[in-house]
C-alpha cells in the first residue's frame, strides 16, 4: 500500500487508474493464498484441530463434527485421539487443553509428531514451573524440519483468536511468537541441528 503514497497513481493493465479498494482486494487474494499454502502444507492432524479450533476454541461438541471434519480431511478419527490432539469425551470432544498434556511429551520420541502438538506443548513448557525458555527451546531443536510450520501454526493461531476475541488464547501465542527467535538460539546452543526460523512474523 506504500506505492499509494509514493506516486501519484497507481495504473492496472490497461492502464486506467487503479483504487485503494481493487488494491486491497488484491492484496486480501494474495494473502488467502499464502494461508491456504500453509495450510496445506501442515499435516492432517494438524489442519483438523486448526479448523476445529477456528469454530470452538478449547470447547467441548458432539463427536459427530469431529467425524465430519476428519472425514473432509481423509483422517481417522482414532489418530486424533491416539496422537493427543483431542480428548475422547464420551459422546463429546474436545481439543486437548494444555495443562492436559503429557509433561514428558518429545517430538524426538513421538512417531507422529504433529505441527499442532509442536505448538500446545512449547507453549505449555514456556510456561511451566518446571519448564521454561531452555526447556522450550529443545522442543523447538527436537521439532527439525516441523519448526517452520509451527511458527507459521503459532501466527495462524493468533489471527484467528484475536478475531474471536479470545484474550488469554492470543496472550500465549503472541508471548510464543515474541520467543521464538529466542528459543531457535537456544535450540542451537543445544547442539541439534538449527531449525529453519521460517519467515512468519505477528508484528510485520
Known sequence: MGVFTRFAEVLEDDDSTMSVKTALAIINRVW???DNEILASFDAETQVALAWFGSYGFEARSSGELITLATAKNTAIN??????VFSDLKGKTALTPRD???ADWSPAR???PTVWECVQHTARVLNAPDGGAESAGQLVAEMGARAPDARALVDRLFRIATEKGWASEALVYNQLAEEWPHLLDRASESGAPTPISGTGDLFA
Open 32 to 34: 488467502e493464498e499464502i
Open 79 to 84: 489418530a486424533l485421539f491416539t496422537a493427543g
Open 100 to 102: 492436559k498434556l503429557p
Open 110 to 112: 513421538d512417531k507422529t
